[in-house]
């Protein structure tokens, strides 16, 4: 599995981004793709997932209400709409893939990952 997310830059405080990860090597539809994030000197952290065929989501507490994603099947592509954005929301952002849901995301324990893209909030 190859993934690659894009959509990183730079924004304002309250401001949006839509970061996209292009998946390939295996059937896209039977994996979950999340979200992790690290913003320097700290730990990667769990950001958010979604389902391969049921579109069932989990998201870290500290994005739910203003992050979503979403997933084209047709396309291989997974998004992550970022909205009201905050400075503590700046950092690299990386997709991941792992045919199943559950703790391990949480963990971080994940099968594939991709290289991030990075994200920067200014207040």
Known sequence: VQLQASGGGSVQAGGSLRLSCTFSGRIFSDYAVG??????GKEREFVAVISGRYGVRDYADSVKGRF?????????TAYLQMDSLKPEDTGEYYCAADQYLGDRWQKKSVEFWGQGTEVTVSS
């Open 35 to 40: 979200w992790f994030r690290q913003a320097t």
């Open 68 to 76: 979503t994603s979403s997933r084209d099947n047709d396309k291989n």
